[in-house]
Every structure is written in structure tokens, then in C-alpha cells.
């Protein structure tokens, strides 16, 4: 109440808003034991965290591994928009290894010998960050054509912000990328 008028004074007004969105990309790829069922359900997780709307997933891919021994990795990438900051979007990627793995050991006599899962973040926004365990864009993004590929699929006009290059443009700039099928349609010897 203004004591010398006696009218009442309003309380300041307080702002309310939604939160600034980022748009983000992440990698999800696995190769152990049920691949396309990992790689599923991490995506549901992603879905389900307060904070992230996913946009778009790439198709999954089957991308070759340098060690001949281990299983080829079924791979894709997801498009989010995400309130969280950068940190708190990796606690979030590695929270959903932690859990898939578990899962996993829930129901196997021993631990993953390979990949369950593997969320990276390729971008975030246009920003360009190096906080020791979090790098973004995720350094190695343009010599990976695993990545490169499923991004072609749904973002092929984004621009490294480190590299001021298209993911077009670098997809195309790899010199000896890795081979990468859509899935299901790999020939597979009877060897593999």
C-alpha cells in the first residue's frame, strides 16, 4: 500500500518466458548384441528427458569398423531442440550408456565386450567449445563418415562453425571414409 496515497502498488512484474532452445545433434551407434534395438531405445530416452524435443532421426546406417574383429556399428543421428546447456546435455547422453548398459548386464552373465551404445553430441547451436571432456563440435566429426552420413540425411546444409564447411562439404572432403550402408541393405558374406 503507498502510505501516502493510500492506493495499493503493484509488485514488480516478473518476466516469464520459455527458455532458449538450441538446436543440437547427436550421434547414437552400437555394436553389440542387439544393435537397432540399442540405438531405438536410447532414442526413446532422449524423448523422455524434460528439456529435449527430438526433431528428427536420420535412417540407421551400418558403417564398417577398423578392427576386424568387432561387429560393424548400426548408427544415426538425431536432431534435437534442447533447453539444456551443453554439460547438462552430455550428463544426459552419458546417463543413457550408463542405463543401457546395465540393462544389458541385467540379462547377460558378463559385461559388453563392444559398443551397447555411444551418444555424442556433433553440434550444438553454432557453438564452438572445449571444456576437456565435452569438445563441440565433436572434433573428429569430419573425418567420420558415419556421422557425416546420417547428417547428410536430415541437415546436409549445416556449417561446421570450427571448419566454416557444409556437412555436404565435408562428406565430400573425406579422403578414404569408411563404408557406410543403409540399413539392411549391407551384402553380407558368410563369413561376417
Aim: aromatic share 6%.
Amino acid at each position: 500500500m503507498d502510505i501516502q496515497r493510500g492506493s495499493t502498488v503493484a509488485p514488480p512484474r516478473q518476466i516469464r518466458g520459455n527458455k532458449r532452445k538450441i538446436r543440437a545433434y547427436i550421434a547414437l551407434g552400437s555394436n553389440e548384441g542387439e544393435r537397432v534395438t540399442y540405438v531405438q531405445q536410447a532414442m526413446q530416452f532422449l524423448k523422455d528427458i524434460d528439456g529435449i524435443t527430438v526433431l528428427e532421426c536420420s535412417s540407421l546406417y551400418e558403417t564398417e569398423v577398423f578392427d576386424l574383429d568387432s561387429p560393424w556399428f548400426v548408427n544415426a543421428v538425431a536432431a534435437v531442440d534442447t533447453s539444456l546447456t551443453a554439460r547438462e546435455l552430455l550428463e544426459v547422453c552419458n546417463d543413457i550408456e550408463r542405463r543401457l548398459i546395465e540393462l544389458y548386464r541385467q540379462s547377460h552373465d558378463k559385461g559388453p565386450k563392444n559398443r551397447i551404445i555411444d551418444l555424442d553430441i556433433l553440434f550444438y547451436g553454432r557453438e564452438v567449445m572445449d571444456l576437456g571432456d565435452l569438445k563441440i563440435p565433436h572434433p573428429r566429426l569430419h573425418r567420420r563418415a558415419f556421422a557425416l552420413v546420417p547428417l547428410l540425411e536430415i541437415a546436409p546444409d549445416i556449417r561446421h562453425p570450427g571448419l566454416d564447411r557444409s556437412v555436404d562439404e565435408l562428406h565430400h572432403e573425406l579422403p578414404n571414409p569408411e563404408q557406410v550402408f543403409l540399413y539392411g541393405t549391407r551384402v553380407v558374406d558368410k563369413e561376417d
